[in-house]
């Protein structure tokens, strides 16, 4: 059974940085690892994943944080990250990790079959 936890969620001003940690237990080595978030009324959005290839790690961002987000992994730890920088107000949200067993760098949350109970995430003007 995979179980995921994130952590690093806060208060930050524009600009600023947070970096956010998924910790998963359970062998997600080979899985799909991705996160999402979901801005208070909204629906839930794709952030980034990350798939290892065997070779390189393949990752997929949204259009709205190129250049500005960067996921990895430590495998070693069982670890994901996700690298937040020049946060925007817009950025404000509850940061969702999520684990995909069936392969392929998805976008859709409903080919996601393990969440994490989530994270805060609110950017200051």
């Known amino acids: 059974q995979v179980q995921l936890v994130e952590s690093g969620g806060g208060l930050v001003q524009a600009g600023g940085s947070l970096r956010l940690s998924c910790a998963a237990s359970?062998?997600?080595?080979?899985?799909?690892m991705g996160w999402f978030r979901q801005a208070s009324g909204k629906e839930r959005d794709f952030v980034a994943a990350l798939k290892w290839s065997g070779i390189v790690p393949l990752s997929k961002y949204a259009d709205s944080v190129k250049g500005r987000f960067t996921i990895s992994r430590d495998n070693a730890k069982n670890t994901v990250y996700l690298q937040m920088n020049s946060l925007k107000p817009d950025d404000t949200a509850v940061y969702y990790c999520?684990?995909?067993?069936?392969?392929?760098?998805?976008?859709?949350?409903?080919?996601?079959?393990?969440w994490g109970q989530g994270t805060q995430v609110t950017v200051s003007s």
């Open positions: 359970g062998g997600t080595f080979s899985y799909t």
């Open positions: 999520a684990a995909d067993s069936t392969g392929g760098l998805v976008t859709a949350p409903s080919r996601y079959n393990y």
